[in-house]
């Protein structure tokens, strides 16, 4: 099977644009997470999406957003970009079992300017 | 979210086992006990759970101390491949609801080999 796939793996951006950035899970995996990791925060977790419906926010701004499609593919989206915005965003898939844990993607670094 | 407690580093060496720490004492009985490690450049990978036995798998092992207040990751024999940041998550309700994961992340442990 193939691993979660993040797209693009790199992105430069200007201050007060909106980015989109995309994971394809792994084939079967309904559940996808969406994570941003800074060197000063960590790990931090956005959102997760179940069949098409958010579950779980975490505490970000209304300025990120996500979505899931019928095929579990999922996007989230930010607006309105701030410099701090600039990190590495990471999606994960789980089974619904959750057995093997959750499968992370390689992430996509986004530079904003 | 239950927090967990771990040393910012470690080190260690080649061919020998590995004991990484990680204390929760504010664990509830629902709780499952996951580790995650992130290798350079990379998206976090899973390594091992459990909940109240000691668990072994490919990778690594895992022991839980009788009153989950803490618990070990064992390598048993570190190679230079294992030096990663290694993440000790309480995950709520393990597997009960259907794939729901919001992770926890503290800083872990960077754990460092020397050859």
Same mark, same amino acid.
């Given at each position: 099977?193939?691993?979660?796939?993040?797209?693009?793996?790199?992105?430069?951006?200007?201050?007060?644009?909106?980015?989109?950035?995309?994971?394809?899970?792994?084939?079967?995996?309904?559940?996808?997470?969406?994570?941003?990791?800074?060197?000063?925060?960590?790990?931090?977790?956005?959102?997760?999406?179940?069949?098409?419906?958010?579950r779980n926010k975490g505490n970000f701004p209304g300025r990120f957003s996500g979505r899931q499609f019928s095929n579990?593919?999922?996007?989230?989206?930010?607006?309105?970009?701030?410099?701090?915005?600039?990190?590495?965003?990471?999606?994960?898939?789980?089974?619904?079992?959750?057995?093997?844990?959750?499968?992370?993607?390689?992430?996509?670094?986004?530079?904003?300017? | 979210?239950?927090?967990?407690?771990?040393?910012?580093?470690?080190?260690?060496?080649?061919?020998?086992?590995?004991?990484?720490?990680?204390?929760?004492?504010?664990?509830?009985?629902?709780?499952?006990?996951?580790?995650?490690?992130?290798?350079?450049?990379?998206?976090?990978?899973?390594?091992?759970?459990?909940?109240?036995?000691?668990?072994?798998? #490919?990778?690594?092992?895992?022991? $839980?101390?009788?009153?989950? =207040?803490?618990?070990?990751?064992?390598?048993? /024999?570190? *190679?230079?491949?294992?030096?990663?940041?290694?993440?000790?998550?309480? #995950?709520?309700?393990?597997?009960? $609801?259907?794939?729901?994961? =919001?992770?926890?992340?503290?800083?872990?442990? /960077?754990? *460092?080999?020397?050859?």
């Amino acid at each position: 099977k193939a691993g979660v796939t993040q797209t693009p793996r790199y992105l430069i951006k200007t201050r007060g644009q909106q980015v989109t950035l995309s994971c394809s899970p792994i084939s079967g995996h309904r559940s996808v997470s969406w994570y941003q990791q800074t060197p000063g925060q960590g790990l931090q977790f956005l959102f997760e999406y179940f069949s098409e419906t958010q579950r779980n926010k975490g505490n970000f701004p209304g300025r990120f957003s996500g979505r899931q499609f019928s095929n579990s593919r999922s996007e989230m989206n930010v607006s309105t970009l701030e410099l701090g915005d600039s990190a590495l965003y990471l999606c994960a898939s789980t089974e619904d079992s959750g057995v093997l844990g959750a499968f992370f993607g390689q992430g996509t670094r986004l530079t904003v300017v | 979210d239950a927090k967990t407690t771990q040393p910012n580093s470690m080190e260690s060496n080649e061919e020998e086992p590995v004991h990484l720490p990680c204390n929760h004492s504010t664990i509830s009985g629902t709780d499952y006990i996951h580790w995650y490690r992130q290798l350079p450049s990379q998206g976090p990978e899973y390594v091992i759970h459990g909940l109240t036995s000691n668990v072994n798998n #490919r990778m690594a092992s895992l022991a $839980i101390a009788e009153d989950r =207040k803490s618990s070990t990751l064992i390598l048993h /024999r570190a *190679t230079l491949r294992d030096a990663a940041v290694y993440y000790c998550i309480l #995950r709520e309700g393990g597997f009960i $609801i259907q794939g729901a994961q =919001k992770l926890v992340f503290g800083q872990g442990t /960077r754990l *460092t080999i020397n050859p």
